[in-house]
């Protein structure tokens, strides 16, 4: 009977991406502020657009989940299925940890010593939906859309280095996806962002 035949599944709609521009001015909005929070959330979105981790991963982080010198820097984490993976971290977010952790942190801390990496005011581990109103709050303040998650970050990571001519199987790697085709999503919003480059600019496609 046609009722017991399995309808085909809808496929997963495309996550789109930030505009690096947008992507500059979400980075930017919590420099603005002159607090320990501030500087927190500065490391935070620095670190999440870095490395392309999930929410759960960044706020699990501990100190010794950094090594940050000697060069060269990486942030190690712990991802799906218990599965732990090295992820290089360039000087931007270097910097930007870097001032957290020597003035900020202490200072939401206030002497209670704690391994979490990110902390809120009471010193205490920072949850997931901590990080998700800091982000909308960031993003609204910037008049970004409205509909920005933690994981448009890793959506916007993932389709800025593919743009930029990184492999997928390197993409999935440093996204930490068990199968490459989970990445391939990505390589679509990469194909169109070509097709509208080559619309624009090739002479005869105008």
């Known amino acids: 009977p046609a009722t017991q035949v399995d309808s085909p599944r809808a496929p997963k709609p495309v996550p789109k991406p930030m505009t690096t521009t947008e992507v500059d001015s979400l980075l930017q909005e919590p420099r603005k502020y002159d607090s320990p929070e501030a500087v927190r959330d500065t490391a935070m979105l620095e670190l999440m657009y870095a490395t392309g981790m999930r929410v759960t991963e960044l706020v699990s982080l501990n100190l010794d989940s950094l090594h940050l010198d000697p060069a060269p820097s990486w942030i190690r984490c712990l991802g799906k299925g218990g599965k732990e993976r090295t992820i290089p971290v360039h ?90 085709s989970t990445t391939q999503v990505y390589t679509q919003l990469a194909d169109e962002h070509l097709r509208e480059v080559y619309e624009n600019v090739h002479p005869r496609a105008k």
């Not at 942190?105 to 901590?130: C, D, I, M, S, Y």
């Not at 001519?165 to 490459?180: I, T």
């Open 91 to 180: 000087e931007q977010a270097i910097e930007a940890l870097t001032s957290y952790l020597d003035d900020a942190r202490p200072a939401l801390l206030k002497n209670r010593p704690h391994q979490a990496l990110f902390v809120n005011r009471r010193g205490e581990r920072l949850t997931r939906q901590g990080f998700w109103l800091i982000l909308k709050g960031y993003a609204k303040s910037a008049g970004i859309d409205s509909h920005v998650t933690p994981h448009t970050l890793r959506h916007s990571f993932a389709t800025h280095l593919l743009r930029g001519g990184a492999s997928v199987r390197d993409v999935q790697e440093l996204l930490g996806h068990a199968n490459v």
